[in-house]
């Protein structure tokens, strides 16, 4: 059972939920040598490693809006994303392990090495993976499949899995934290650093460590545009996963959003979304001395840059700091790996014909 079920048993009879990951994911801290006096401690939270065959942060809302699908009766679900997408990528992963067909209406992104083996891995699970040239096209491919009709066979997962019902994946992070504290596995972080993208992760982990009484202050690296990362939309996600959950177990309390515990950093997002940064890519190799983990450079690496940067600015000086991996750690299965891209519809094979992005590990 995961915390937030055993800390509010109701929710576990009320909301719709499939275990896919493996809960709590560990915390590891960084040798005091990699951060001398910069800060009292730097630590990491594992989530890269919560399932197999695919890590990373989305699992933990995956685990609720399939659940959410099998129980409408839907053969499949449908959802949006850049051709690399991470989440589109999870989605067809956890989608087909429960039975249920994916289709992944995916829009251009600049070219990197990981756009290929997401495409691949994603094929490889089984998704129909439909090529839209802009984000208004992708709506339209919705609608000309009937995916929007009521009561249609394919349940809508939002893009980044970011709606109330998702987000309550990542309340329980931040109550999984909160417990990680109780129990003496961690120090309570003075600031948490995570990337900011679609908000679903960082609303949740906001909502979660309030209901748990864990006073940490959310360091949030924005990684997207500025329409998709806003205040307005974070609050939405906020109060509207607070209401679901009071609903389903009034116990769960109706916090204000305490707007003086969240910081957005808007200066390491660089050109663009999924455009590397050299702080951002710098940052992958400061990653793997300090915890010998491995980022990428679209939202982990720009994250820790964030981090880096205020451990050298001194801003974290007698504190401890937290960083959330939210990327996956789990090797690419060798099947998907020796997948033929030609597999793929013709729209996608440009990943692998044209040259990367400069910064690139493999351009």
Request: hydrophobic content about 35%; charged content about 20%.
């Given at each position: 059972m995961i915390e937030l079920f055993a800390r509010y048993p109701r929710l576990a009879d009320t909301l719709p939920w499939?275990?896919?990951?493996?809960?709590?994911?560990?915390?590891?801290?960084?040798?005091?040598?990699?951060?001398?006096?910069?800060?009292?401690?730097?630590?990491?939270?594992?989530?890269?490693?919560?399932?197999?065959?695919?890590?990373?942060?989305?699992?933990?809302?995956?685990?609720?809006?399939?659940?959410?699908?099998?129980?409408?009766?839907?053969?499949?679900?449908?959802?949006?994303?850049?051709?690399?997408?991470?989440?589109?990528?999870?989605?067809?992963?956890?989608?087909g392990a429960l039975g249920l067909e994916a289709r992944l209406l995916l829009t251009p992104q600049s070219n990197s090495s990981f756009v290929g083996r997401n495409l691949r891995m994603g094929r490889w699970a089984g998704a129909r993976q439909v090529h839209c040239p802009t984000e208004a096209a992708a709506r339209s491919a919705a609608r000309a499949l009937g995916l929007h009709r009521p009561q249609a066979d394919y349940y809508r997962v939002p893009g980044g899995g970011s709606s109330p019902l998702g987000v309550a994946g990542f309340v329980n992070a931040g109550v999984e934290l909160a417990a990680q504290v109780r129990a003496g596995l961690l120090p309570r972080p003075d600031a948490l650093y995570v990337a900011l993208g679609t908000m679903g992760t960082a609303a949740g982990l906001a909502l979660g460590l309030a209901a748990a009484g864990l006073q940490t202050r959310l360091v949030l690296v924005r990684v997207v545009r500025e329409d998709i990362a806003s205040p307005e939309r974070f609050r939405a996600l906020y109060h509207g996963a607070a209401r679901l959950l009071h609903r389903a177990d009034p116990r769960f309390p109706l916090l204000p959003l305490e707007r003086g515990r969240i910081e957005v950093r808007h200066e390491f997002i660089g050109p663009g979304y999924a455009r590397f940064t050299a702080a951002g890519m710098a940052a992958l190799g400061e990653a793997r001395a300090a915890f010998g983990i491995g980022l990428e450079g679209t939202y982990t690496g720009k994250a820790f840059a964030a981090l880096l940067a205020d451990l050298r600015a001194g801003r974290l000086a007698g504190q401890h700091a937290l960083f959330w991996n939210t990327y996956n750690g789990q090797p690419m299965p060798a099947a998907a790996r020796a997948l033929d891209y030609h597999a793929l519809p013709t729209p996608f094979h440009r990943y692998f014909e044209t040259p990367y992005q400069p910064l690139d590990p493999e351009a």
């Open positions: 499939r275990p896919l990951g493996s809960w709590p994911t560990p915390v590891q801290r960084a040798d005091p040598g990699f951060h001398g006096e910069s800060c009292a401690g730097l630590w990491l939270k594992r989530d890269d490693r919560c399932a197999e065959p695919y890590g990373g942060n989305k699992v933990r809302k995956l685990e609720f809006l399939l659940a959410d699908a099998l129980e409408q009766g839907c053969r499949g679900v449908f959802t949006f994303g850049v051709a690399g997408s991470n989440h589109a990528l999870a989605t067809a992963v956890y989608a």
